[in-house]
Structure formats: structure tokens, C-alpha cells
């Protein structure tokens, strides 16, 4: 079985593992990046949206923002919808003329692969991580297959940027970590439609037949997403019976009209929330959808994966570059106390906007929150600036590598 030695091995390259191999790469720290799926599937995923106010200025000062900053969607407020009526929280007005930026996970990862490739960097698509060994020591080692070739990575570090499913939870220590887990009583069906927005911002609607969320990806694509059972079946909704559902969850007194388009996409989502404690255990660290997965209603998920990874590498380079350690020992403890608030934000927004059947007394509540939240300046700003920057939260006051 043939070998390779690097400083970091990470697998996965989703955002997470990218932007890691990208940050350490700029302060000459060597990694090998394992992804078991191909380049033209990442690319072409279609997955989160909104990017993060500090989270786009990193991007930036990284030398990752320019298509970003190009092509993205800058947005200054969301609307909140509900009882037929339209409410926009004016987020940069409430926070300090903070924004956010519709721009896809996949489009970051393309940028990303982007600059791997053209700075030499070491990017194994098609490459199955098996097994991880020694976490524990000071020379871990991954198994992995490759073209039907088993190899093997020895490192310093390995990085678990892997996702929920992935292997890098798995090569824990039998009762190192503790999980915390709930399952939400619904799911999302998802569709990408080539048709214009109908909205300039995006639309969050509590309607008492179930959620809906029109948000967008590009002047020509738009994204939706309607609240269903968690087992329904996607083969149930042809693209008539979604476009209606959505039409009759829009409806407003002064009469919005959406328009459609053909579905290019579509999939069903259930809806979990996760943490694990802690993220990082003798060599293995952990870092995004690995290490905890949020409701995606408070748009969190891939914010709060760039910003554990923006982290870790300051981390890392302290490790690896000048021999302190103590970066690294808090990196755990800070990122998971960071996942908890966004774990916070995120079921607030989810059991705010998600009605349940037959429970009057949680609908009557959501309506009287929702009337809160757009009579109250104060309890908007509060929305406002959690929405806007949460997951930006540093750890380190030099955390820029």
C-alpha cells in the first residue's frame, strides 16, 4: 500500500476543508484534501445562500471575494410575511449598515477549487476516505481509496470537514464526546426554478398551511422551499402542485404575484439539529457540518462552518508554524459556545415560522412573536444583528492568518 506524508490531511472539500487548505496554505503549511465526491458534483450542489457580513469581508481579505463581490447579491433588509401581510426587517438600518450576500455554497467552492488548483494545491476528488488511525499520537494516519488503489496520508493533523455523514466523528475515542441532538417534526421540499425572483429580498412566510422561503441564487434563478412532512414523498408534487402550494403561501391583501418557471432542481430536506462536544480530540479536529449541523432557516449552516475554519487555521498556524499550543486547546471550547448561539438563532427562526398541526396554542404563539418582531424597533434589531453577523463571532482578537 503506498504512502504520502503531509503537515495536514483534510477530509472533505465542501467549504470547510477548501477554505482550510486555502488558509493554511497562505502561511506555508502543506495539506492533502480527500473528497470522495468528483469536482463537477461539488461545483454544481446546490446548497446554502446567504453570506455573512464578516464572513464576506474575510473572503475578501483572503483574495476569495472578487467574483463574490461581482456577481453576489447584496441585500440590506428580509421580509417577514404572514397573515397575508408583508413586513421588511431593515437589517443594515439596525445594524450598524451591515449586509449580507446571496451567493451559493457553490459558487464558493468553485472559487475555492479555483484558487487550490492554481496555487498547486494538493485536491484528491474521487478519493474515499476509509479509515483513521492513531488519532491519539502525534502521527495520525488516513486509509483511502483511490481509481480502485488503496493509500494511506500520515499527518500531523487530521481535519474532519467531512460533513454529518462523514468518517471523521466516527474515528473518535468511544465516549470522548457527547452529542446533542433533536429531530424537527417536518422537512423542506427544495426546488431551484429558472425564472426571475419575484422578490428583491428574501421572503420568510409563516402561513398557517405551513412555512414558505422564496430566496434566489442569481437575476435569472430562484430558490424555494415549502414546509411538508418529514416522510412525504417528492414524487407527490408535480411542478403544478408546487407552484400553486407556493402561490397560495405568498398571497398577500395587496395581491403579490410569483411567477414560475421550469424546475431545475428539487429534493426533500429533513430538518435537524446537532452539536457535538468537543470538536477536536488529540490529532482530529473538527470543524462545519462534522462538528454540528443547524435548522437551515436562520441561514447559519455554511457561515458557521467558514468561520470554525477561519479559526482553526489561525489555530493550526500557531501549532505547526510557531510550536503554541494554546490556540488550538481553546479552539474547541470557543467554537462550540459559538454553535450553541447560532443553534439558538436558528430554532428561533424555525419554530417561529413552522406551524404544527393541531397545536393551537404554539400557532397562536408564533403570530403573537411575529407581531413582536415587526412593531418592536428593538426586538427587530435584535433579529437584525444576529442574522446579519452572528456566525462572525471571533474567537481570537488576531485570528487573521
Not at 470543524?287 to 443547524?294: L, R, S, T
Request: glycine share 8%.
Amino acid at each position: 500500500m503506498s504512502g504520502a506524508r503531509t503537515q495536514v490531511a483534510i477530509l472533505g472539500a465542501g467549504p470547510a476543508g477548501l477554505f482550510l487548505s486555502h488558509l493554511l496554505a497562505r502561511a506555508g503549511i502543506d495539506s492533502i484534501v480527500l473528497e470522495c465526491h468528483s469536482r463537477d458534483y461539488l461545483e454544481h450542489r446546490i446548497r446554502a445562500g446567504v453570506v455573512e457580513h464578516g464572513i464576506a469581508k474575510h473572503l475578501d481579505a483572503v483574495g476569495l471575494g472578487e467574483r463574490m463581490r461581482r456577481e453576489g447579491l447584496v441585500h440590506h433588509g428580509i421580509e417577514l410575511r404572514f397573515d397575508g401581510r408583508r413586513h421588511r426587517i431593515a437589517m443594515s438600518e439596525l445594524a450598524g449598515n451591515k449586509t449580507i450576500t446571496v451567493y451559493g455554497q457553490q459558487e464558493i467552492v468553485k472559487d475555492l477549487v479555483a484558487a487550490r488548483l492554481a496555487a498547486g494545491g494538493d485536491l484528491r476528488f474521487g478519493a474515499e476516505a476509509l479509515e483513521i488511525s492513531d488519532v491519539l499520537g502525534p502521527t495520525p494516519t488516513v486509509r483511502y481509496r483511490h481509481d480502485g488503489i488503496e493509500s494511506t496520508i500520515t499527518c500531523e493533523v487530521v481535519a474532519g470537514c467531512d460533513g454529518f455523514h462523514g468518517i471523521s466523528r466516527q474515528a473518535l475515542p468511544p465516549g470522548a464526546a457527547r452529542a446533542f441532538e433533536r429531530v424537527h417534526p417536518f422537512a423542506w421540499l427544495g426546488i431551484l426554478a429558472e425564472v426571475a425572483p419575484s422578490t428583491d429580498e428574501l421572503i420568510y412566510c409563516r402561513h398557517d398551511r405551513g412555512f414558505a422561503l422564496h430566496s434566489m441564487r442569481s437575476f435569472e434563478l430562484s430558490r424555494f422551499y415549502l414546509q411538508v412532512a418529514p416522510d412525504e414523498p417528492l414524487e407527490r408534487w408535480s411542478d403544478a402542485a408546487i407552484w400553486a402550494e407556493l402561490r397560495r403561501r405568498f398571497a398577500t391583501e395587496d395581491g403579490f404575484e410569483l411567477a414560475d418557471g421550469p424546475i431545475i432542481e428539487r429534493s426533500i430536506t429533513t430538518m435537524r439539529s446537532f452539536i457535538l462536544e468537543p470538536q477536536a480530540i488529540g490529532s482530529l479536529v473538527l470543524a462545519g457540518d462534522a462538528a454540528h449541523i443547524v435548522p437551515p432557516t436562520g441561514a447559519k449552516g455554511m457561515n458557521l462552518a467558514l468561520a470554525d475554519v477561519r479559526d482553526l487555521a489561525h489555530a493550526l498556524i500557531a501549532k505547526l508554524v510557531h510550536h503554541d499550543e494554546s490556540f488550538l486547546k481553546a479552539y474547541s471550547a470557543a467554537c462550540v459556545r459559538r454553535a450553541w448561539h447560532a443553534q439558538e438563532f436558528s430554532t428561533f427562526m424555525t419554530t417561529l415560522l413552522h406551524p404544527l398541526a393541531g397545536d393551537d396554542f404554539n400557532n397562536h404563539l408564533q403570530l403573537a412573536r411575529l407581531e413582536e418582531l415587526t412593531s418592536s424597533r428593538d426586538a427587530a434589531r435584535h433579529l437584525a444583528e444576529r442574522y446579519v453577523d452572528l456566525a462572525s463571532m471571533r474567537l481570537f482578537a488576531d485570528a487573521t492568518p
